[in-house]
C-alpha cells in the first residue's frame, strides 16, 4: 500500500519533506477529474488531502469515505492554516470509538 498526498504545490514540498513520493497536484478545475483518477487506484492507503481540495470535491469524498475502509483519508491544513469550519473526523471517529473526547 501507497501514500500520496492530494495538494497543492506549496503542501506537496512539506509532504515531500516527510518522505511521501506520489504527489498530485490538480490544476484549477481538474480537482474532480484527479480525484477520479485517484478513486480508480486500488493500492493506496493513506490519501493526505488538504482541507480545501476535501471542500471542492465535497460530496464526492464523503461518499468515497463511507465506501471503503481503506485509504485512509487525512484531510491536513494548507499554507493558510485550518479552516474554522474544517470539521476533524479523525478526532470524530476516536471520540465514537472510545467514547471519550481526546485532550
Same mark, same amino acid.
Given at each position: ?12 514540498i512539506a ?15 481538474e480537482?474532480?477529474?484527479q480525484w477520479?483518477?485517484i ?7 493513506i490519501?493526505?488531502i488538504?482541507?480545501?481540495?476535501a /471542500? ?7 461518499e ?10 487525512i484531510?491536513?491544513? /494548507?499554507k ?5 469550519e474544517?470539521?476533524d473526523?479523525i ?11 481526546r485532550?
Amino acid at each position: 500500500m501507497k501514500i500520496i498526498g492530494f495538494c497543492d504545490r506549496e503542501t506537496a514540498i512539506a509532504l515531500k519533506l516527510t518522505g511521501i513520493k506520489d504527489i498530485i497536484i490538480p490544476a484549477e478545475g481538474e480537482e474532480i477529474k484527479q480525484w477520479n483518477k485517484i478513486e480508480e487506484q486500488e493500492d493506496i492507503g493513506i490519501i493526505f488531502i488538504t482541507e480545501e481540495l476535501a /471542500d471542492k470535491i465535497g460530496k464526492r469524498l464523503r461518499e468515497y469515505s463511507l465506501r471503503n475502509l481503506i485509504p485512509i483519508i487525512i484531510e491536513i491544513p /494548507d499554507k493558510k492554516g485550518r479552516r474554522k469550519e474544517h470539521i476533524d473526523y479523525i478526532s470524530y471517529l476516536i471520540k465514537k470509538a472510545v467514547g471519550v473526547e481526546r485532550i
